[in-house]
């Protein structure tokens, strides 16, 4: 028995000075499984909580932060050096605190164009350069993951979020997101995109059961992620918060396994997004690997249930190696020593370029004359000229959303600094008139005039213009700018009055503006600082050229102006639709109206619409696939955007190539400056065994910047499984076979060419038979629905 206890004894002791030699690397991963205990398996799986609260649950600091201000961290277990990591918000920049007790040195970051003004670029090369700027900033400041893109559709306008997501198209998503992934990785740092899957509304986020039939998932809310994850490998993937088809998404494994993982083929580290303690066990069993931000409970759960034997500790294992090779790739595992130090002067010229090519001239019309006579279109404008800046938020410009899709900037130019760089002069008495009532809305009483939202970010109200101020200014001014802004994001979606819709004092000012100065024959712009889809069908009519400027970034006011003085020639196009009104889109009559929001704390639970579970009886139809089938009128259609100069397109041609074709096009600039112009691939499939949209967007591609007369040749390609509609009776992505009709165009609604391309044999990708609802869905049939 002596002899035995002696060979235990040294066996421990051998394992254990062996294990103390053990330092983690690429090629050991497996060594290291093998003499990691229980506890620390537990621990790295759980993320370290590192905000500090008072008794009463007020943030008091920060506590072991690699990095201050970043969202979440990694644990460290030291004996086997395995480091922390740190994990940072966000879509538009590095989110981290810009000043740091002990330290004069300042610790700003780019606020780069939200996802909505990148995606409207249609320029993946331009946003992957972005994401090289924003990937260099996450090393620099010593973080390892950005999470971000977020990738959600825009279901609906109403979305808090949807300025940080892409497009109501899963292919622009998917492709816009693939090379943000790719900038930000080329940098040695990580990604995460999210939220994965179905986050399309704020309100209950957290509870929210999603209940949406396979194809509608399939088609259009996981198509973008599949996209990203096969072009570009993000490290990471986030989560959601919401419910899907009854499970948490956080805890399902169809999706987070069968179709992540087996399907797509995804290699990468699962987390979740920022929750409290669920049930940790379920979510592991479900393939997700990370549970952030992390509390201690979810740590002893992991160790109860692995020695209960309710978590197998071989699925805690398979957590713990995606971590650990997760980790081995981090810029704190490789010992980089950062800098703090970016380059932010030259990242600030990369956003004010990229901000300017996303925003969309909406309007550019002739200025009527009182004689009669018309004008040139009202932009570009002259250098030089007499600008009266009207709008609260030309003078309060807005770079960006609420919540962890915002960046601590240094500085945010205005529409004041923007033109007066531009060379234009300033209306000083109209400025002095806004920046006194700016000064009064922010000494006055918060709550009573409710100009704060979600996170403590201020939203200025409009404010109420004198009588006969703008037929005053308009004798002695050339033109009228107004600005328009609105601001959204995390926790809360968007309200229909004075959000969606204009304000009654926002009408009034643009009504008197647009009169007064179309009296004196001058020119009234309009600049939409926003980040999403408003309604303009009503108003639209009133102004000279409307630009959708959205919220650009930390430059955006130099941005507008290299747009309105025609230094850049705008380029951009809508990424999504802009409907008539707000119930022309199928998905209002199920999403939930800022009225609808849920019981409070202690309240008996009840099942309510749109709160509690969101039916998307909508499917496929979401966006431009709705309304181009159906035929409804809309303000702006998807892909659009006007330009100082004129394209033609010629030469389509397809060429069949393994797995599907080629397309091309060469398209010349026929006006007399130099531009870009994005072109769009839609495809009409031959009928087949399911409804299908009249059109789909495929592929799409951008000129460089052609000089007048200059041509350029585009080709994209396209492979049949892209032509496939996911057919729910044989569990089956399916092209059918016949001929498909191409046309390229410069939007939805404007076709320049066309072309066929014929599949000979029907092309099937098999799939698993999962994320099923409960009950079916009644889902719109546009046959049905225009029989009504």
């Keep these: 028995m002596r002899q035995l206890l002696m060979t235990i004894i040294v066996t421990v002791m051998a394992v254990t000075s062996a294990s103390a030699q053990l330092k983690l690397s690429e090629n050991n991963i497996d060594e290291i499984l093998k003499v990691m205990t229980l506890e620390e398996k537990a621990t790295l799986v759980v993320g370290h909580h590192f905000k500090l609260y008072d008794d009463q649950g007020n943030w008091i600091g920060w506590k072991d932060a690699l990095v201050r201000g970043v969202a979440g961290q990694t644990q460290p277990i030291k004996r086997l050096g395995i480091p922390a990591t740190a994990l940072t918000d966000g879509p538009a920049g590095v989110r981290i605190e810009a000043h740091r007790d002990g330290t004069d040195q300042t610790y700003f970051a780019t606020g780069f164009p939200v996802g909505i003004c990148l995606a409207s670029t249609w320029n993946t090369e331009l946003v992957e350069q972005v994401a090289q700027s924003i990937g260099n900033e996450v090393r620099e400041y010593g973080c390892d993951v950005l999470l971000a893109p977020g990738m959600n559709i825009h279901r609906h306008a109403l979305c808090g979020r949807n300025f940080e997501y892409f497009s109501e198209d899963p292919v622009v998503t998917g492709r ?30 957290m509870g929210n059961d999603v209940r949406a039939s396979q194809r509608t ?11 990203a994850v096969k072009e570009a490998h993000p490290w990471t993937v986030m989560s959601s918060y919401n419910r899907l088809n009854g499970p948490f998404t956080q805890a399902h494994p169809e999706l987070l396994t069968t179709v992540l993982r087996d399907e797509w083929g995804f290699k990468g580290m699962v987390m979740t997004d920022w929750t409290d303690p669920r049930n940790t066990a379920d979510q592991l069993l479900a ?6 931000p992390g509390y201690p409970a979810q740590t002893e ?9 309710q978590l197998p500790e071989e699925v805690l294992n398979r957590s713990v190696r995606r971590i650990l090779e997760y980790i ?20 600030a010229a990369v956003t004010r370029q990229s901000a300017a090519e996303g925003m969309v001239l909406l309007k550019n019309e002739p200025v009527s004359r009182p004689s009669g006579n018309t004008s040139d279109p009202a932009l570009p404008l002259k250098s030089g000229l007499k600008v009266t800046l009207y709008g609260i938020n030309g003078y309060d410009f807005l770079a960006g959303g609420t919540g962890s899709g915002d960046v601590n900037k240094a500085y945010v130019v205005d529409l004041v600094e923007g033109l007066t760089n531009a060379g234009y002069v300033l209306n000083d008495e109209v400025k002095q008139l806004y920046q006194d009532y700016s000064r009064y809305i922010y ?29 005053r200014m308009s004798k002695q001014d050339d033109v009228a700018i107004v600005c328009i802004g609105r601001v959204a994001g995390e926790d809360k979606d968007r309200q229909l009055e004075g959000d969606y819709l204009l304000t009654e004092v926002e009408r009034q000012m643009l009504n008197d503006v647009c009169e007064a100065y179309h009296n004196e024959g001058k020119p009234v712009i309009v600049v939409l600082n926003v980040g999403n889809v408003i309604e303009t069908e009503s108003w639209r009519c009133l102004p000279d050229a409307i630009l959708m400027a959205w919220q650009p970034g930390q430059e955006g006011g130099n941005s507008v102006a290299d747009i309105l003085c025609g230094r850049i020639c705008p380029s951009g196009k809508l990424a999504t639709t802009f409907p008539c009104t707000y119930s022309d889109n199928p998905a209002s009559r199920n999403f939930p109206l800022y009225t609808n929001i849920p019981q409070p704390w202690g309240a008996p639970k009840t099942e309510k619409k749109d709160v509690d579970y969101t039916r998307y009886e909508e499917g496929i139809y979401v966006g431009y696939r709705y309304y181009e089938t159906a035929k409804r009128p809309v303000s702006y259609p998807f892909g659009f955007g006007l330009s100082y100069t004129t394209f033609e397109y010629s030469k389509p041609r397809v060429r069949s190539v393994k797995g599907g074709f080629e397309a091309s096009i060469t398209v010349r600039n026929t006006g007399s400056v130099s531009g870009k112009e994005a072109v769009q691939l839609y495809v009409s499939a031959p009928s087949g065994a399911v409804e299908k949209p009249i059109t789909e967007l495929k592929a799409f591609a951008k000129t460089r910047e052609l000089k007048p007369g200059e041509s350029e040749t585009l080709t994209m390609r396209v492979s049949n499984y892209d032509l496939a509609s996911y057919v729910t009776s044989r569990h089956a992505w399916v092209a059918d076979a016949g001929t498909y009709q191409l046309r390229f165009a410069a939007n939805v609604q ?6 066929t391309y014929c599949l000979a044999k029907e092309n099937v990708t098999l799939c698993h038979d999962v994320l099923n609802p409960a009950e079916p869905i009644n889902e719109l049939s546009i046959k049905h629905y225009i029989n009504e």
């Design 750 to 755: 404007d076709t320049r060419a066309r072309a």
């Design 443 to 471: 000494k006055s009483e918060k709550s009573e005039l409710g100009f704060f939202t979600t996170w403590g970010d201020p939203k200025m109200p409009e404010m109420p213009m004198k009588k006969g101020l703008a037929r």
């Design 217 to 227: 998932l399939r088609e259009i809310y996981l198509k973008g992620f599949e996209i």
């Design 176 to 205: 816009i997101a693939a090379a943000y992934v790719r900038g930000v990785q080329s940098q040695g740092v990580g990604t995460s995109i999210k939220h994965y899957a179905a986050n399309n509304q704020e309100t209950n986020r």
């Design 328 to 347: 081995v790739k981090t810029p704190h595992y490789r010992g980089y020593k950062y800098s703090d130090r970016p380059d932010l002067k030259g990242h």
């Design 287 to 292: 393939g997700n690997d990370l549970m952030e």
């Design 301 to 309: 759960e992991v160790i109860n249930k692995v020695k209960s034997g």
